[in-house]
C-alpha cells in the first residue's frame, strides 16, 4: 500500500511553545490529507480537512487559529500546534487520500505531551 | 450524531477462534466500507475495504460481510492469532468526501 509519513513520533514541550508535526506522502501525490486527534481506547476524531494549495477546512470546535494546518505542496501536510496547553496533550494522526481514489492511508502518528 | 456504529466495544477470543466484529450504517449514499487495524502507538493501516455492490469479499484470513438491505456490514477473522490483537475501526464514505469512524472494538486472542 502506499506510505504515508508523519514526524516526530512523539514530542514533550513546555505549555506556551508551539510544535510542528509534518505529514509526507512519499509514493504518491495527495490532494487531500486529513488530520485527526485521538484520546487512549477512543475512535479517530477529525480536526480538518486539508487541500494542496487552499485553505484547511476545519471540523465544528477545532480552534483554527491553534491549530494551523499547511498543505503547500501535493506530497507535505503540516499541522502547528500554537501555544500548546496541556489540554492539547493527544494522539495527532495524519491521512492521504490515493488521487481520486477512495483508499485512506495513515501515518504512524504523534504522540504530544505538553508539560 | 454517529454516522457508524460499531460494536462490541471489546471481544477476547481463544487462538482459532472467530471475532466478528460488527458495525451499522444510516447513509444510503455511502459507497466504500473500509476495516483498519491499530496497534498502541501507531496510526491505522488499512485492513481490507469493500463496496456495496458485493455481498463479501476475502482477503487471506479477514472477511466482510455486507448487508446493503440492512445497513450493515461485519469483519470476520478467521483463525485468529494473537498477533491479531489489536484495535479495529470500520469506517464509511462517499468517494471523494470524508470517511466516518465506528468506535472502534478492542481484540483480544488469547494464546
Known amino acids: 500500500g502506499a506510505v504515508v509519513s508523519q514526524h516526530p513520533s512523539w514530542v514533550i514541550c513546555k505549555s506556551g511553545t508551539s510544535v510542528k508535526i509534518e505529514c509526507r506522502s ?3 501525490q495527495a490532494t487531500t490529507m486529513f488530520w485527526y486527534r485521538q ?5 479517530l476524531m477529525l480536526m480538518a480537512t486539508s487541500n494542496e494549495g487552499s485553505k484547511a477546512t476545519y471540523e465544528q470546535g477545532v480552534e483554527k487559529d491553534k491549530f494551523l494546518i499547511n498543505h503547500a505542496s501535493l506530497t507535505l501536510s503540516t499541522l502547528t500546534v500554537t501555544s500548546a496547553h496541556p489540554e492539547d496533550s493527544s494522539f495527532y494522526i495524519c491521512s492521504a487520500r490515493l488521487g481520486g481514489n477512495e483508499k485512506l492511508f495513515f501515518g504512524s502518528g504523534t504522540q504530544l505531551s505538553v508539560l | 450524531q454517529q454516522q457508524v456504529k460499531q460494536s462490541p466495544q471489546s471481544l477476547i477470543v481463544q487462538k482459532g477462534g472467530i471475532p466478528i466484529i460488527n458495525c451499522a450504517y444510516e447513509n444510503t449514499a455511502f459507497d466504500y466500507f473500509p476495516w483498519y487495524q491499530q496497534f498502541p502507538g501507531k496510526g491505522p493501516a488499512l485492513l481490507i475495504a469493500i463496496r456495496p455492490d458485493v455481498s463479501e469479499k476475502k482477503e487471506g484470513r479477514f472477511t ?28 464509511a464514505s462517499t468517494t471523494g ?15
Open chain 2, 64 to 91: 466482510i460481510s455486507f448487508n446493503k438491505s440492512a445497513k450493515q456490514f461485519s469483519l470476520h477473522i478467521m483463525d485468529s492469532q494473537p498477533g491479531d490483537s489489536a484495535t479495529y475501526f470500520c469506517a
Open chain 1, 26 to 28: 512519499l509514493d504518491f
Open chain 2, 97 to 111: 468526501n470524508q470517511f466516518y469512524f465506528g468506535t472502534g472494538t478492542s481484540l483480544t486472542v488469547i494464546p
Open chain 1, 39 to 43: 484520546f487512549p481506547k477512543q475512535s
